[in-house]
C-alpha cells in the first residue's frame, strides 16, 4: 500500500501479537498475582504463569473443538481470570474474541450472535438463563461452554452441547506454541451499545491492539507500573475495559478483577484488601464508591490514580476524589470504534505553577491526544476549525487503532477523507488539550444556536444537594428546543426549582439557562453505566415548559 524505501532496515520483521503479551508477562513478571472476586462467591488468586499454562489449554481445547483462524467465539461473562484466559486463549490462537454485554436486551444478544457468526459461546454460569433465553435463536453456535466447575453445570437444561470450561481444560495438556502470523488480523469484535438501530461491530487487529496497548501504558495516558495493584472496574465487555488486560500484563503489574460485585461496598472492601493503586471506570460506578466512603467516614489507603471516561467526569466528582481522598483523576476520552482510548487530561510543566481553579479547568478538559492518535475540529461543511480553545465543531479522529469501517460493511463507507467522524462536538486550546461540548445527538438547538448539555449538567452537579443531573432538548413553539434540566437529589437534601436556577447565575450565558427543571429518583442508565438521553428526552417529549 505504501511505497518501499530502496533501502529497507534490517530490524527483525515479528508481527505483533497478542500471544506476545502474556507470553513475556508470565516470563518476566511470572509471578505477579491475579486475583478475581468470581461469581462463585469467593476469591481466587494466581500468577500470570499459571494464567498463562491456562490460555494455552484453553487454546489446545478450541483446537480439538474444530474453532479455526478467523473464527469467532463469543463471551458473556464479567471480570475475571476465566475472562483473561479467553482473551488470551481465543485470539492468541487467532480466532477471534466476541466480548459481548449481558446488559443488552436478549434479542440484541441473539442478534449480534448471529450478525458475529459466534461458533461458540463462553459464559458465566450466573447467566444460564440468559443463555437459555437465546439458545434457539442463536443459528451458528456449535456449542456453549459454562465458565466453571462440573459442579456448576445444571442437571437438565434445555441449551444444545453444553460443555463444561473446566472439565475441556482438564483433558488438555499446556504444551501449545502460539502461531505466528499476519498482525493485520481480527483479533477481537466488539459491538456499539447501539442506542439508535442495531449494534455495529468493531473488528480490531492484533497490531491494533497490541499499539494501543503501549501507548495507552505510557505516563501520560495511564502510567502502569509493575509497582501497580490494578482494578478493571470497566466491564471486559465494554471495549476491552479500555485495553487494562493488555497493558496490565505488559507492565507486570497485579491486577485485581471484582466480579459482578460493583456496588462502593464491595469494590471499596477489595481496593483495601488487596492494596489496589490504580483503577478505572465510567463516572456512575466511581458515584457508588464515593457515596459509601462519604457515608461511612472511609478514606482509601492505597488507592492513587484513576482515570474516569465513557462519560464526562463531573467536576464535582474530581474535586471530591482530589481533595477529599487525594485521588488524582485522569479523565479519559474515547470510544468502542478507537480501541477505546484517545485523549488522556493532565497539566503541562507550564500548569503547575496555576492556582487550583485554574488547574482543576484544564483537568476537566477531556485531554490530550496520545501519541496515535490524530484529531481535527471540522464545521458542518468539513473546513478545518482553530484551535483556540473556544472555536467548537465535529471531532475526526485518525490512527492505527481507530476503526475504518465496520464489521460486513454495516453502515457503508464511514470515513470523512481518511478521517473518523466521532458524533462528538469539541474545542481544541492552542495547547492541544480537546474538550467534549456534547455529543452531536444530544445538543439542544435553540434557535439555531448549540446548547451544550455537559457544562449545564456540571454546574448541576455542582450544587451540594444534586446527585446526578441531565439535560435534555424539549420542545418550544418559537425556540425549536430549549433545556430541560432532570435532576436527582442526594439523599435527605432539599433545593427546589428555583434555587437550582439561581445556581447558574452568572456561570453560562443566559440564553442557556434551562427553561425548567424537574426532579426524578433516578436516571435511566444504558448496559455500559452511562445516562440514556433518548429514554429521557422519550419521557418528557410532552413535557410543556413553563417559557412555551
Ligand atoms: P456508545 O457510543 O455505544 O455509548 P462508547 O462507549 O464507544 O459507546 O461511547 C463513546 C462516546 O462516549 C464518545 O463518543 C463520547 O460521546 C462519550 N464519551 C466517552 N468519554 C467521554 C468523556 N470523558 N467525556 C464526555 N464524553 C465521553
Known sequence: MYPQSPLMGQMMNQPLLISGILEFAARHYANSEIVSQRVEGDLHRYTFRDCHRRARQLANALEALGVRMGDRVGTLAWNGYRHLEAYYGVSGSGAVLHTINPRLHPEQLAYVCNHAENQYLLFDFCF?????????????????????????????????????????LAAQTDEYAWPRFDENSASTLC?????????????????????HAYASALPNVLNVSSRDTVMPVVPMFH??????????????????????????KSVYELM??????????????????????LQN????????????GGSACPPAMMN?????????????????????????????????????????????????????????????????LPWDGVAYGNLL???????????????????????????????????????????????????????GTIDLENIAMSHPAVMQAACIGVFHPKWDERPLLVVVRRPGQDVSREALLAHFDGKVAKWWLPDDVVFADALPVGGTGKIQKNKLREQYKEHRLPTA
Open 128 to 168: 444460564l438463563p440468559i443463555v437459555e433465553a437465546i439458545a434457539a435463536h442463536c443459528k451458528t453456535i456449535k456449542g456453549y461452554i459454562l465458565l466453571g466447575d462440573a459442579d456448576r453445570m445444571p442437571a437438565d437444561s434445555k441449551i444444545p452441547n453444553l460443555l463444561c470450561y473446566e472439565d475441556l
Open 191 to 211: 459491538y456499539t451499545s447501539g442506542t439508535t438501530g442495531n449494534p455495529k461491530g468493531v473488528l480490531y487487529s492484533h497490531r491494533s491492539t497490541v499499539l
Open 239 to 264: 471495549v476491552n475495559a479500555w485495553g487494562l488486560p493488555y497493558s496490565v500484563p505488559l507492565s507486570g503489574a497485579k491486577m485485581v478483577f471484582p466480579g459482578p460485585a460493583l456496588d462502593g
Open 272 to 293: 483495601e484488601a488487596e492494596k489496589v493503586t490504580f483503577s478505572a471506570g465510567v463516572p456512575t460506578v466511581w458515584l457508588g464508591l464515593i457515596n459509601y466512603a
Open 297 to 308: 467516614n472511609l478514606k482509601f489507603s492505597t488507592f492513587r490514580r484513576t482515570v474516569i
Open 320 to 384: 471530591t476524589l482530589i481533595d477529599e481522598f487525594g485521588v488524582e483523576v485522569i479523565h479519559g476520552w474515547g470510544m468502542t470504534e478507537m480501541s477505546p482510548l484517545g485523549t488522556t487530561g493532565g497539566l503541562l510543566t507550564k500548569h503547575m505553577e496555576l492556582p487550583k481553579a485554574e488547574q482543576r479547568k484544564i483537568l476537566q478538559k477531556q485531554g490530550h491526544a496520545i501519541y496515535g492518535v490524530d484529531m481535527k475540529i471540522v464545521d458542518d461543511d468539513g473546513t478545518e
Open 397 to 451: 479522529v485518525q490512527g492505527p487503532w481507530i476503526a475504518a469501517r465496520y464489521f460486513k460493511d454495516e453502515g457503508g463507507d464511514v470515513l470523512q477523507d481518511g478521517w473518523f467522524p466521532t458524533g462528538d462536538v469539541a474545542t481544541i486550546d492552542p495547547d492541544g488539550f480537546m474538550q467534549i461540548t456534547d455529543r452531536s445527538k444530544d445538543v439542544i438547538k435553540s434557535g439555531g444556536e448549540w446548547i
